[in-house]
């Protein structure tokens, strides 16, 4: 059984940087998409990143664009999202999850999300003002 564990949130001063981590384990998949969802309070989950190894082509949402760096480490199974020059609007529970759809693109729709098999259980940054 694959699990996702997420680590790395935390409070944090606008301005500041945080590196989430995603560390999957039960993992041994070659072709998957990982994608970084987030949820505020009273708001809905949104996709803010994604990469997928069909063409290793990576997505961020225009709000984090420029600023969040989503990477890979397949030695570890472990997935990074680097965020810089954090916003409080950036405060939410984040989340990663694991697609095995192929071809292994990315795709954070609301009608895709459905379709990521599996889930961390998410973890909490907060950006304060």
């Known amino acids: 059984e694959v699990q996702l564990v997420e680590s790395g949130g935390g409070l944090v001063q606008a301005g500041g940087s945080l590196r989430l981590s995603c560390a999957a384990s039960?993992?041994?998949?070659?072709?998957?998409?990982i994608g970084w969802f987030r949820q505020a309070p009273g708001k809905e989950l949104e996709g803010i990143s994604c990469?997928?190894?069909?063409?290793?082509?990576?997505y961020y949402d225009d709000s984090v664009k420029g600023r969040f760096t989503i990477s890979s480490d397949h030695a570890k199974n472990t997935w990074y999202l680097q965020m810089n020059g954090l916003k409080p609007e950036d405060t939410a529970v984040y989340y990663c999850?694991?697609?095995?759809?192929?071809?292994?693109?990315?795709?954070?729709?609301?009608?895709?999300?459905?379709?990521?098999?599996?889930w961390g259980q998410g973890i909490q940054v907060t950006v304060s003002s």
């Open positions: 999850a694991l697609d095995l759809r192929l071809p292994a693109v990315c795709d954070l729709s609301p009608s895709s999300r459905a379709g990521f098999d599996y």
């Open positions: 990469i997928g190894t069909y063409d290793d082509s990576t």
């Open positions: 039960g993992f041994t998949f070659d072709d998957y998409a």
